[in-house]
T-cell receptor, first 112, second 112 residues
Framework: AQSVSQHNHHVILSEAASLELGCNYS??????LFWYVQYPGQHLQLLLK??????LVKGIKGFEAEFIKSKFSFNLRKPSVQWSDTAEYFC??????????FGPGTSLSVIP | DVKVTQSSRYLVKRTGEKVFLECVQD?????MFWYRQDPGLGLRLIYF???????EKGDIPEGYSVSREKKERFSLILESASTNQTSMYLC???????????FGDGTRLSIL
């Protein structure tokens, strides 16, 4: 069965620290990959997406992610986090027949 | 701007009741999805639909059914509500193919 795992359940960082959130998936076919963010009290929003081409994709608010096909990974990065990045982050995989599976999420707390 | 509207933000029902959660999108999206979101488990797919009157089971369909009579509306039905169905329910929609999902604000359902 397809699945998505995220390495960390809860991450706590100080402002200006660098961020990397891990995501791995299990699915043998062609995938589209997404990172979504959910700020406190808000609905999920798209951060960035990968469909094809350059495996390093840039999203909103300074986030980027790298697709490594051989490792089935799609890790999210940001060089310097801000207090406003405090949120829950979800990795998601869309399979070839449009089914979308989410990881369990990583809660990020940024301390001013 | 895409709008996905869920009929209620908060809902309280009793065990054994039949519960209807409604979702409407205004962007002519083919795909619509129902997830439940629980702490530590992320978003789990209940059902999705890729066309009117078409539906596919997700990862946790037991105890739920869905209805898609019109393209813009996707209903989730709890046939006989139980306390373990207390959760946040999220509706999403998307175009087919390489397109991200757009989410509603969620319905927090409590079954007493």
């Amino acid at each position: 069965a397809q699945s998505v795992s995220q390495h960390n359940h809860h991450v706590i960082l100080s402002e200006a620290a660098s961020l990397e959130l891990g995501c791995n998936y299990s699915y043998g076919g062609t995938v589209n990959l997404f990172w979504y963010v959910q700020y406190p009290g808000q609905h999920l929003q798209l951060l960035l997406k990968y469909f094809s081409g350059d495996p390093l994709v840039k999203g909103i608010k300074g986030f980027e992610a790298e697709f490594i096909k051989s490792k089935f990974s799609f890790n999210l990065r940001k060089p310097s986090v801000q207090w406003s990045d405090t949120a829950e982050y979800f990795c998601a995989v869309k399979t070839s027949y449009d089914k979308v599976i989410f990881g369990p999420g990583t809660s990020l707390s940024v301390i001013p | 701007d895409v709008k996905v509207t869920q009929s209620s933000r908060y809902l309280v029902k009793r065990t054994g009741e039949k519960v209807f959660l409604e979702c409407v999108q205004d962007m002519d999206h083919e795909n619509m999805f129902w997830y439940r979101q629980d702490p530590g488990l992320g978003l789990r797919l209940i059902y999705f639909s890729y066309d009117v009157k078409m539906k596919e089971k997700g990862d946790i369909p037991e105890g739920y059914s869905v209805s898609r009579e019109k393209k813009e509306r996707f209903s989730l039905i709890l046939e006989s509500a139980s306390t373990n169905q207390t959760s946040m329910y999220l509706c999403a929609s998307s175009f087919i193919g390489n397109q991200p999902q757009h989410f509603g604000d969620g319905t927090r359902l409590s079954i007493l």
